[in-house]
């Protein structure tokens, strides 16, 4: 059974960064295209960033430039490094596998960008 732990979360001022990390148990995460979702309260999960398992990487318009979404195959863990945060940036952020069989999704972290 995978498990997805992310872990980083917390609450920053805006301007402010933070990186989240989430880590795979599991065999083969390198072939597996990972990414990030979030949840805002009122609103549907969006995705936010993804890479595949070449390296190749995709942003939501609102946060590009911002974030930076990367992976250590070595360590099967994703991390997403953000940077100049908004208060509209506050959500819960899931971590997701894209899997043949189904997604899989971590229980998520609490993101707050708030004064």
């Known amino acids: 059974q995978v498990q997805l732990v992310e872990s980083g979360g917390g609450l920053v001022q805006p301007g402010g960064s933070l990186r989240l990390s989430c880590a795979a148990s599991?065999?083969?995460?390198?072939?597996?295209?990972m990414a990030w979702y979030r949840q805002a309260p009122g609103n549907q999960r969006e995705l936010v960033a993804s890479i595949t398992p070449a390296g190749t990487t995709g942003y939501a318009g609102s946060v590009k430039a911002r974030f930076t979404i990367s992976r250590d195959n070595a360590k099967n863990t994703i991390y997403l490094q953000m940077n100049s945060l908004k208060p509209e940036d506050t959500a819960v952020y899931y971590c997701?596998?894209?899997?043949?069989?189904?997604?899989?999704w971590g229980q998520g972290t609490q993101v707050t960008v708030s004064s």
């Open positions: 599991g065999s083969f995460f390198r072939v597996y295209t």
């Open positions: 997701n596998q894209r899997r043949s069989t189904g997604d899989v």
